[in-house]
T-cell receptor, first 111, second 112 residues
Framework: DVKVTQSSRYLVKRTGEKVFLECVQD?????MFWYRQDPGLGLRLIYFSYDVKMKEKGDIPEGYSVSREKKERFSLILESASTNQTSMYLCASRDRFLEQYFGPGTRLTVT | GNSVTQMEGPVTLSEEAFLTINCTYT??????LFWYVQYPGEGLQLLLK?????DKGSNKGFEATYRKETTSFHLEKGSVQVSDSAVYFCALSDDGANNLFFGTGTRLTVIP
């Protein structure tokens, strides 16, 4: 079974803090994704990566950056957290049949 | 462009009732279509998929048929159970795109 893990299930940070969300997959997938999930908006793509050190902006990249130094790990960085970044963050990796496998999510609260 | 429109919820049904959640799409190419399910407190799991017109995806009693003529991929189940209570997302993956395009999700609650 494909497994995608995320470093934290719940996180509380203060405004202005730098926040790291980590995601690890164990199936050697090349493509990995970060989404945020908000009520009534569904999932929105923040960034994706199609290879080590390669990244592409998604629909809502502002205020975020990413890092992919190893194939299995894809990190989402909030350079200076703000209250409007309070959300559920979901990581996914994708196989060659276009199926995405999701982690359990990190619920981030910025106060 | 690519987009997915799905029926707004929430949907509340009694156990053993018939379920339909509507999903329509627009796409520039020849998309693959997916239904994902999110149980409380968990990430999304693939429920079923269809990769070409007239394909039927099925899993756990759920079915959806890829209808190109109506650009639809409606989710159905003949008899829902309390354990089906979750949020359901319709999604498409265009062959030219790297990511999935999701609908806004439909929350289903099944009461005993």
């Amino acid at each position: 079974d494909v497994k995608v893990t995320q470093s934290s299930r719940y996180l509380v940070k203060r405004t202005g803090e730098k926040v790291f969300l980590e995601c690890v997959q164990d199936m050697d997938h090349e493509n990995m994704f970060w989404y945020r999930q908000d009520p009534g908006l569904g999932l929105r793509l923040i960034y994706f990566s199609y290879d080590v050190k390669m990244k592409e902006k998604g629909d809502i990249p502002e205020g975020y950056s990413v890092s992919r130094e190893k194939k299995e790990r894809f990190s989402l960085i909030l350079e200076s957290a703000s209250t409007n970044q309070t959300s559920m963050y979901l990581c996914a990796s994708r196989d060659r049949f276009l199926e995405q496998y999701f982690g359990p999510g990190t619920r981030l609260t910025v106060t | 462009g690519n987009s997915v429109t799905q029926m707004e919820g929430p949907v509340t049904l009694s156990e053993e009732a018939f379920l339909t959640i509507n999903c329509t799409y627009t796409a520039t190419g020849y998309p693959s279509l997916f239904w994902y399910v999110q149980y409380p407190g968990e990430g999304l799991q693939l429920l079923l998929k269809a990769t070409k017109a007239d394909d039927k995806g099925s899993n756990k009693g759920f079915e959806a048929t890829y209808r190109k003529e109506t650009t639809s991929f409606h989710l159905e189940k003949g008899s829902v159970q309390v354990s089906d209570s979750a949020v359901y997302f319709c999604a498409l993956s265009d062959d030219g795109a790297n990511n999935l395009f999701f609908g806004t999700g439909t929350r289903l609650t099944v009461i005993p």
